[in-house]
């Protein structure tokens, strides 16, 4: 999630820095820092990328949310010279926040305007379709559903192809959008989705993912990570309520994704932290540690979010992408484009 540069020092000064992890396991001690290999920095600062998604065949695609709304194509991954194309320029909107697939080859994008970091133009957020069925045409993209009553929204999760959850952080809810009726209606809302009464901006949940009948999600300032029931369409299971996993010591946490690293740890969950660029593993008891970076280092500079893998021999691989550092300079002063790296996770325990 991008901020601009003006909160970094308030931030700083209310939450301070962060500390390292929390203590692991005692009968698990992964080699850490797991390892790290940088697949593509773009040229160009700032590219912010916002979204990631790994697609059966091993190409990823990327979305930007600054310096405007792109659509990035990267083939060739898992070699020392990827293929990055540009896929499409959103001209309507200047911001893309998440992308998932909903159904072979095609791709549903969040997105709309921003003024500032989390001021969301009013109602221009909405969900966008992104076809890449034709291999003899170019992608083609429309509009599918336009929030008009939401704010800031940073991402999404499928229900069905004609269903996704769309998290909206300045409103601290969830809205379920009917991809097929182009409607949406309140799907979520919890004390834990909000954002803290200290953030320097209206930001609390970020990201979401629906797993075993739950739905988990981060909240960017408060650093939490939480989870409630929810019935087969998204909504919140009869008299449920939301369930604090743990607090993680960082001024924020961003993005997250399950799975990786060796056996049984598919319910681990791979979080960013953006502001301290480090890269946590929590387990599902909520102990976690840091597995990539540190504040002072630039191997994943402003981490946003992430992927693993998903052709065969890649279903460890965890793909970040950053921010470069734009939100919070590493020691203060250090900046980079944004880029994809790749953490080997089979090493986790």
């Known amino acids: 999630m991008w901020l601009s540069l003006g909160f970094v020092s308030l931030l700083l000064s209310v939450v301070g820095l962060p500390q390292a992890s929390c203590r692991p396991q005692a ?34 695609l990327a979305v930007t949310a600054f310096p405007d709304a792109f659509v990035y194509y990267l083939t060739g991954v898992d070699t020392d010279s990827p293929t990055v194309t540009l896929l499409q320029h959103f001209t309507e909107i200047n911001t893309l926040t998440s992308i998932i697939e909903t159904s072979p080859d095609v791709f549903t994008i969040l997105g709309g305007n921003t003024s500032a970091y989390a001021t969301a133009v009013p109602g221009t957020f909405g969900v966008w379709e992104l076809d890449l069925r034709s291999p003899h045409h170019p992608a083609q ?63 609390g949940i970020s990201n979401i993912k629906l797993h075993h009948g739950y739905l988990y999600w981060s909240n960017a300032f408060a650093a939490t990570f939480s989870r409630i029931p929810v019935t087969v369409d ?17 001024i924020f946490l961003d993005k997250f994704a399950f799975g ?10 791979w979080a960013m932290t953006n502001a301290d660029s480090r890269v946590v593993a929590i387990r599902p008891d909520g102990e976690y540690l840091t597995v990539a970076g540190q504040s002072d280092q630039m191997t994943v500079a402003g981490g946003v979010t992430g992927v693993f893998g998903r052709v065969p021999g890649d279903t460890h691989t965890f793909y970040v992408a950053t921010g470069g550092g734009f939100n919070f300079p590493i020691n203060g002063s250090i900046v980079e484009p944004g880029k994809i790296v790749a953490i080997d996770t089979s090493g986790f325990c």
Do not use: H
């Open 260 to 269: 990786g690293g060796g056996g049984g740890t598919a319910d681990t969950v």
């Open 141 to 203: 993209a429309r509009e599918m559903v336009r929030l008009s009553s939401g704010g800031f929204m940073t991402s999404m999760d499928m229900i069905s192809p004609t269903n996704v959850l769309v998290a909206d952080a300045s409103m601290g809810l969830v809205w379920q959008v009917d991809l097929q009726s182009k409607t949406y209606e309140l799907a979520l809302q919890d004390p834990l989705m909000d954002s803290p009464s200290w953030a320097p901006a209206p930001v």
């Open 234 to 250: 998204g909504f919140a299971a009869p008299g449920a309520r939301g369930e604090l996993i743990t607090t993680v010591r960082s």
């Open 27 to 60: 009968s698990c001690q992964p080699s850490l820092p797991l390892p790290v290999r940088e697949v593509y920095k773009f040229p160009t600062f700032p590219t912010y990328l916002e979204g990631i998604y790994a697609r059966a065949n091993g190409d990823l």
